[in-house]
């Protein structure tokens, strides 16, 4: 007995689609794997790690060099104003964002963890409001904390629980490496960081991504200055992955000041 057409294209249809569902619960399968496991995690290139206490050095130069962290706990409410370039769009994915340039206004007390009032221009699109992140995390939530981490790490490295020393870089620039948890081990769960200091001075990072791509590493480097007062951040951060030769995410703070309740230009 012959096939007719219609039988023959229904059997390559429901054949085709069980090559898609395998491959769909392969996919599923892997990512599951990805973050939730060690199997295909990144780790920095840090060689042999120092002590706590052979730490300290890139501490203090951090707070010399830019401040203290006690200074930047007290400063009260702060807005910060920045202009942000995704050229990856992994990243505007991970964030929920439409276009490759946006701008960013934000408002946060350094001294409260995840809590701000922002505005995102995304093309066509402006959002405002308030958000908290001390839950879970939508894309904007990653955003957010993602860009406060990033311009306040020169105070806040010491906060980091595990860090240990490490030797000087080939241009004599001094290390450190960084992670959550309560051991240097490899996690799913945090990052690693390596800290770069040159006089003091914050710039370089090399991290995991574990919130994005956890089986990636990134170089992040830390450009120019703008001064709050007795404080300094870093004016450009840009987020590279190096084996790959792209740019994944760049930063430029426009502009950092204290909040005044009737300050215009910036009421979510």
């Keep these: 007995m012959v096939s007719s057409p219609q039988s023959r294209a229904s059997r390559w249809l429901r054949r085709l689609g069980a090559v898609v569902a395998s491959f769909l619960l392969l996919l599923g399968a892997l990512v599951l794997i990805a973050f939730h496991t060690n199997l295909f995690l990144s780790s920095v290139d840090a060689g042999s790690l120092g002590t706590e206490a052979q730490s300290e050095p890139l501490l203090r ?132 960081l390596v800290l770069w200091t040159r006089a003091g001075h914050l710039v370089r990072m090399d991290t995991t991504g574990r919130d994005i791509a956890p089986f990636t590493l990134a170089r992040v480097s830390f450009e120019g200055a703008v001064q709050l007062g007795k404080l300094r951040l870093p004016r450009r951060v840009t987020v590279r992955n190096e084996k790959l030769g792209f740019v994944i995410q760049r930063w430029e703070l426009l502009s950092i000041e204290r909040h005044a309740s009737r300050q215009s230009g910036f009421a979510p």
């Design 61 to 192: 130069g951090l707070a010399s060099a830019h401040g203290t962290p006690e200074r930047w706990a007290n400063q009260g409410a702060l807005v910060m104003r920045l202009r942000c370039s995704f050229p990856f769009f992994g990243a505007r994915w991970a964030f929920g964002l439409d276009e490759t340039d946006v701008e960013l206004t934000l408002r946060f007390r350094p001294d409260v963890p995840g809590r701000y009032h922002y505005r995102l221009v995304d093309g066509t699109r402006v959002r405002r409001g308030r958000a908290d992140t001390r839950g879970a995390r939508d894309g904007l939530g990653l955003l957010l904390d993602s860009v406060r981490h990033l311009f306040e790490l020169p105070f806040t490295a010491g906060s980091i629980p595990v860090r240990r020393g490490l030797p000087a870089g080939p241009g004599g620039e001094q290390r450190a490496f960084f992670t959550w948890g309560n051991s240097t081990k490899l996690s799913p769960s945090h990052d690693q």
